[in-house]
Every structure is written in structure tokens, then in C-alpha cells.
């Protein structure tokens, strides 16, 4: 099975901006989409963005629509999430993932791989 690496993750100040990028190796079979998540300290992880490769479709969690970009550069087989107006809310460890999604963002039970995690964090 192949593998994601997520780069990009770091410290920035409230309204800064960060662009997490999720680097594919090998072979990922069964899949139809990739998706970021990302989960805070004592929650769950939440599905955050997501795209549909086939069509390029892309899916986004409320709370970042507007702020947050998922693309994706096939030649590189590399997914992106651009993170705009960043919040302390925003503060988690985020992760790319791959599987087969039917619709609307992917769901944790829909990702079959999943890459190492990046630390985001939000603070003054």
C-alpha cells in the first residue's frame, strides 16, 4: 500500500495564512478522493476538506468554507490545503488522507490511508 506525507504545518499568528501539502508514494488502490482532517486535543477528528478526483469536485466543513483550499497537482501527486485567516480554532493536528468516498466531505470510515499528521497552531 502506499503512502502520504504531509509538510507544511507550523506556527502562525491570528489572520496569517499556511499551505499544507500531502505528498503520495506508491500505489493507493480502491480510491476516489483525498481529504484533509484534523483533530484538537480531546476531540475527534473532523473531516475538514476533501476533493473527488474523477471530477474535482471539492467538499468543505462549515467552519472553514470561505477560508480553507483543497487542490491537488497530479503530476506531483500532491494535495494541498491553503489555510487563509487562520483562527486559534484552526489549532489541530491535521491530516491527509486517501479512500472512497459517495458525496459531501470524506468521512474518517471512508479514508483507507492516512499520512503522519502536521501540527498547526494558532496563536498570539
Known amino acids: 500500500q502506499g503512502q502520504l506525507v504531509e509538510s507544511g504545518g507550523g506556527s502562525v499568528q491570528p489572520g496569517g495564512s499556511l499551505r499544507l501539502s500531502c505528498a503520495a508514494s506508491g500505489l493507493i488502490y480502491g480510491i476516489n478522493s483525498m481529504g484533509w482532517f484534523r483533530q484538537a486535543p480531546g476531540k475527534e477528528r473532523e473531516g475538514v476538506a476533501s476533493?473527488?478526483?474523477?471530477?474535482?469536485?471539492?467538499y468543505y466543513a462549515d467552519s472553514v468554507k470561505g477560508r480553507f483550499t483543497i487542490s491537488r497537482d497530479a503530476a506531483k501527486r500532491t494535495v494541498y490545503l491553503q489555510m487563509n485567516s487562520l483562527k486559534p480554532e484552526d489549532t489541530a493536528m491535521y491530516y491527509c488522507?486517501?479512500?472512497?468516498?459517495?458525496?459531501?466531505?470524506?468521512?474518517?470510515?471512508?479514508?483507507?490511508?492516512w499520512g503522519q499528521g502536521t501540527r498547526v497552531t494558532v496563536s498570539s
Open positions: 476533493l473527488y478526483i474523477g471530477n474535482g469536485v471539492t
Open positions: 488522507a486517501a479512500g472512497r468516498g459517495y458525496g459531501g466531505l470524506l468521512r474518517t470510515d471512508e479514508a483507507n490511508v
